[in-house]
């Protein structure tokens, strides 16, 4: 379900009383029958206090205009609605007092509704700031709220110097693992002014070292000394992640530093025994150290979980490193069950019809 139908569903649950022409509501007159729309929760209050519906007061009609404002923008009769609550008097602050109310109670999208539809009256810094708390914390429970957090944040960047915009941005892209974007748009919110809090500094701490760490992971086949240097010094932050180990190790095999390579690689181990990538990569070094017993042990352990044909090639060579050429035929006949046409796999096999 999206957000759009979701809301519909909530409009749906309103009370909707005809009102018919040459009413008056306050100085506003009725030009053409419309339907006023009351939440129904207020309306079965009335009825279990048997109130007569012809006294409901203005106030439970202004309620639920600004609702149907925030649930559907496009609803039929919201010019009319608009104007009817510039109308009536204290209208705004009516509506922050219900906002108040029902965030006291944690109905949190009842109010989060009630706020949006206040924005299409009343849009300045203080209701984004209030309705950007209330979606972000909908988002962490709700993931339809996404998308609805980023249509705030692209409203909200239309007004003047509102960096507040920029830092909700980040958050939401930062849970995308968008990370660069979530930096940029968090340099953004600095610059503009945003408060440097805790939370913003660790925030933009965090994604500066994720940020660096993927540039890094970038560059490992093409440059590993340079993706080296990035890292080392960062270990200290992510030392708690085989990953980073996993990274450095296969750096330091593209730069023939074997011995390194499996330094990183236990270290990745010691986090976590079982990455199938690290225990591969084992495999390859300990192969280019021509240690073929050790790298067929790893090679194994690899191949019973991914079924990589890649793996499989691996070890058919390391067989024949050995002159197990049993197993090597064995692996190979299981590789081109596979992937016949595997480039690797008509070398080994035009290698074998050759050796006959």
Do not use: W
Not at 6 to 16: G, M, N, T
Not at 138 to 160: G, S
Not at 288 to 302: G, S
Not at 313 to 334: F, G, S
């Amino acid at each position: 379900m999206d957000i759009k139908t979701y809301f519909s569903e909530k409009l749906a649950a309103l009370l909707f009383l005809e009102i018919k022409k040459d009413s008056k509501i306050n100085n506003f007159t009725i030009l053409n029958d419309i339907y006023f729309p009351v939440r129904t929760n207020e309306i079965i209050q009335k009825v279990k206090k048997k109130e007569d519906f012809d006294n409901i007061p203005v106030n439970l009609f202004i309620e639920g205009m600004f609702y149907v404002l925030g649930a559907d923008e496009h609803f039929k009769y919201n010019v009319e609605y608009k104007v009817i609550i510039n109308t009536v008097p204290n209208s705004i602050g009516f509506i922050k007092g219900v906002i108040f109310k029902e965030i006291e109670n944690e109905n949190y999208e009842e109010a989060y509704i009630m706020l949006k539809g206040l924005l299409s009256i009343e849009e300045n810094e203080e209701n984004y700031d209030k309705i950007f708390l209330l979606v972000d914390k909908l988002r962490l429970t709700n993931i339809m709220f996404k998308d609805e957090e980023m249509r705030l944040v692209e409203a909200a960047k239309k007004i003047t110097n509102y960096s507040n915009a920029y830092l909700y941005e980040s958050l939401v892209l930062n849970s995308e693992s968008k990370h660069d974007l979530a930096l940029m748009a968090l340099r953004n919110y600095i610059e503009g002014g945003g408060e440097k809090t805790t939370d913003v500094i660790e925030l933009k701490n965090e994604l500066e070292t994720i940020t660096s760490f993927q540039k890094a992971k970038e560059m490992v086949s093409n440059n590993p000394k340079g993706a080296l240097e990035i890292f080392i010094p960062l270990m200290e932050q992510l030392g708690d992640s085989p990953d980073i180990y996993y990274h450095t190790a296969v750096a330091y095999r593209i730069l023939q530093n074997y011995e390194k390579a499996i330094y990183y690689l236990n270290e990745a181990v010691a986090i976590d025994k079982d990455l199938i990538e690290v225990i591969n990569e084992f495999g390859i070094n300990y192969a280019c150290l021509e240690n073929f017993e050790t790298a067929i042990q790893y090679f194994r352990k690899a191949f019973e979980v991914t079924k990589s044909i890649e793996i499989c090639t691996n070890l058919v060579m390391c067989y024949l490193n050995v002159k197990n050429y049993e197993q090597a035929r064995i692996h190979l006949d299981i590789a081109k069950k596979i992937d016949a046409k595997d480039e690797i796999v008509c070398q080994l096999e035009k290698l074998f019809t050759e050796g006959k």
